[in-house]
């Protein structure tokens, strides 16, 4: 998904039974008309510090991300795992190469 960060929020760390973790979560726009604003969340100490390095809101980023749900007393909850975090160039477009047209019929080899 790509659109552009609109909020980073507070940086959660906690402790648990194989150490300290880390949790960012940041939000999008993805343009969307009906729901523009899109929360994805980066686990790990490495994955965190290297989101917070190389991004920053206002810049347009393209996510990959697990979706995964989980039930608790009968209610489901979900998360947008995000798993890579990479600026999104727009000016950047792939274009095939292509051989150069020859003008004259002269040069032609055959």
Same mark, same amino acid.
């Given at each position: 998904?790509?659109?552009?960060?609109?909020?980073?929020l507070e #940086? +959660?760390?906690?402790?648990g039974?194989?150490g300290?973790?880390?949790? +960012?979560?940041?939000?999008?726009?993805?343009?969307?008309k /009906?729901n *523009?604003?899109?929360?994805?969340?980066i686990?790990?100490t @490495?994955k965190v @510090?290297n989101f #917070?390095k /190389?991004?920053?809101?206002g810049d347009t980023?393209e996510?990959?991300?697990n979706?995964s749900?989980r039930?608790y007393?009968?209610n /489901?909850?979900h998360n947008l795992? &995000?798993w890579?975090?990479?600026?999104?160039? &727009?000016?950047a477009v792939s274009v *095939? @190469?292509? *051989?150069a +047209?020859?003008? @004259?019929?002269?040069e #032609? *080899?055959?």
């Amino acid at each position: 998904m790509t659109g552009e960060i609109i909020k980073v929020l507070e #940086l +959660q760390k906690g402790e648990g039974k194989n150490g300290e973790w880390q949790k +960012q979560t940041f939000v999008i726009n993805n343009g969307n008309k /009906y729901n *523009p604003e899109v929360a994805f969340s980066i686990f790990g100490t @490495d994955k965190v @510090d290297n989101f #917070l390095k /190389y991004n920053k809101v206002g810049d347009t980023v393209e996510v990959s991300f697990n979706l995964s749900s989980r039930e608790y007393n009968g209610n /489901y909850f979900h998360n947008l795992d &995000a798993w890579k975090v990479f600026k999104h160039d &727009a000016t950047a477009v792939s274009v *095939p @190469d292509v *051989p150069a +047209q020859i003008e @004259d019929d002269s040069e #032609l *080899p055959f």
